[in-house]
T-cell receptor, first 111, second 113 residues
Framework: QKEVEQDPGPLSVPEGAIVSLNCTYS??????FMWYRQYSRKGPELLMY????GNKEDGRFTAQVDKSSKYISLFIRDSQPSDSATYLC???????????FGSGTRLLVRP | EAGVAQSPRYKIIEKRQSVAFWCNPISGHATLYWYQQILGQGPKLLIQFQNNGVVDDSQLPKDRFSAERLKGVDSTLKIQPAKLEDSAVYLC???????????FGDGTRLSIL
């Protein structure tokens, strides 16, 4: 079993839709949770960074962590074609430990 | 602030040849990482440096991969000899102090023929 599981997609939605991206994990020691966006032929770009449980909002993006279920989510409101990319979840045990990535979900937002 | 710089962007070699990648991290970032990202997968950590010392190289195939970070700034990753399964994007990332997140370069796309 992988430490971090993520549905590879692709997920195709119309412009303006609310998008929900999810990851599950098995290591209860994970404390830091991140979402990265990766455009084709580019490096991952940090979108959201949360510590422990709860919600965090930044513009159209909301990150949610449920440590009791070992489940994290990223919600994108009013999705745009420019949001079309691969979204990677990542997590780590403490501030200096290595990141463990999910395999990424491809998102396509249709105009 | 300039980002993480990597070169070359693309490299095509034949199996059993050698190849080297270069990374220049964000100025002042003491921690540097090399990742391997195979198509359809998330990045996998190969090696982590703190200044010019190795913190974690547990997933680096040491029989063929080597990395160094001279003077705690730039870093090079070398593969010798390359195998077909080494075809991937090699990403470099750097991080500042404390709980700051990692910032990635755009990677070197390696194809082995």
């Amino acid at each position: 079993q992988k430490e971090v599981e993520q549905d590879p997609g692709p997920l195709s939605v119309p412009e303006g839709a609310i998008v929900s991206l999810n990851c599950t994990y098995s290591n209860s020691a994970f404390q830091y949770f991140m979402w990265y966006r990766q455009y084709s032929r580019k490096g991952p770009e940090l979108l959201m960074y949360t510590y422990s449980s709860g919600n965090k909002e930044d513009g159209r993006f909301t990150a949610q962590v449920d440590k009791s279920s070992k489940y994290i989510s990223l919600f994108i409101r009013d999705s745009q074609p420019s949001d079309s990319a691969t979204y990677l979840c990542a997590m780590k045990v403490d501030s200096s430990y290595k990141l463990i990535f999910g395999s990424g979900t491809r998102l396509l937002v249709r105009p | 602030e300039a980002g993480v710089a990597q070169s070359p962007r693309y490299k095509i070699i034949e199996k059993r040849q050698s190849v080297a990648f270069w990374c220049n991290p964000i100025s002042g970032h003491a921690t540097l990482y090399w990742y391997q990202q195979i198509l359809g997968q998330g990045p996998k950590l190969l090696i982590q440096f703190q200044n010019n010392g190795v913190v974690d190289d547990s997933q680096l195939p040491k029989d063929r991969f080597s990395a160094e970070r001279l003077k705690g700034v730039d870093s090079t990753l070398k593969i010798q000899p390359a195998k077909l399964e080494d075809s991937a994007v090699y990403l470099c990332a750097s991080r500042g102090t404390g709980s700051q997140p990692q910032h990635f370069g755009d990677g070197t796309r390696l194809s082995i023929l």
